[in-house]
């Protein structure tokens, strides 16, 4: 069964540091998704991407962030300057469809820890 | 935007008793609302979902009700097993998924 993979699983960087965090989605799946979650919280929404673009971000998602699909495959978020509360497990998710209303599916997660 | 909230944070239960848990929502324009299951240090997994036009839905041990004017939905977990024992969230999708704070379920064994 297909699945989302992440790189790398875990990421540790200091602080001002410029991180990117790479997923390669299912590969007949359209809309791509990034969740943060912080230790112990609940997950929140970053931010969508479909057909080159983004789609929605959340007030989470501000200048420090960028997503980008470089390639048929791999769907990158990049935060430019690290604070230490970027510290969290980042999710990758894609689905087939946003407006057929299909399951995202998410990929392992990457730990980033900012020191 | 939408607010989801979720009840209870925690739940424990003997094995083989029922869990549920509630979640309500605040945008009328939701109208999908899946539930995950996250293992310890794991990514969420879907483990049912249900739609604005469906009330309920049951696959085997889990079911999901939707009371869409009231604004909740709710996982119920029957026959409970030590393996059940994740933290749920639920979400709600209107322009965003929007998830719940999250339900650490303990089964004992």
Redesign the interface.
């Given at each position: 069964e297909p699945e989302v993979t992440q790189t790398p699983s875990h990421q540790v960087t200091q602080m001002g540091q410029e991180v990117i965090l790479r997923c390669v989605p299912i590969s007949n799946h359209l809309y791509f998704?990034w969740?943060r979650q912080i230790l112990g919280?609940?997950?929140?929404?970053l931010v969508?991407f479909y057909n080159n673009e983004i789609s929605?971000k959340?007030e989470i998602f501000d200048d420090q962030f960028s997503v980008e699909r470089p390639d048929g495959s791999n769907f990158t978020l990049k935060i430019r300057s690290t604070k230490l509360e970027d510290s969290a497990m980042y999710?990758c998710a894609s689905s087939k469809s946003r407006d057929r209303?299909n399951?995202?599916?998410?990929?392992?997660?990457t730990r980033l820890t900012v020191t | 935007g939408e607010n989801v909230e979720q009840h209870p944070s925690t739940l424990s239960v003997q094995e083989g008793d029922s869990a549920v848990i509630k979640c309500t929502y605040s945008d009328s324009a939701s109208n999908y609302f899946p539930w995950y299951k996250q293992e310890l240090g794991k990514r969420p997994q879907l483990i049912i979902d249900i739609r604005s036009n469906v009330g309920e839905k049951k696959d085997q041990r889990i079911a999901v009700t939707l009371n869409k004017t009231a604004k909740h939905f709710s996982l119920h977990i029957t026959e409970t097993q030590p393996e059940d024992s994740a933290v749920y969230f639920c979400a709600a999708r209107g322009n965003q998924f929007y998830f719940g704070t999250g339900t650490s379920l303990t089964v004992i064994p």
């Open positions: 998704y969740y919280q609940k997950v929140e929404f969508s929605e959340s999710f209303i399951e995202q599916y998410f990929g392992p997660g | -």
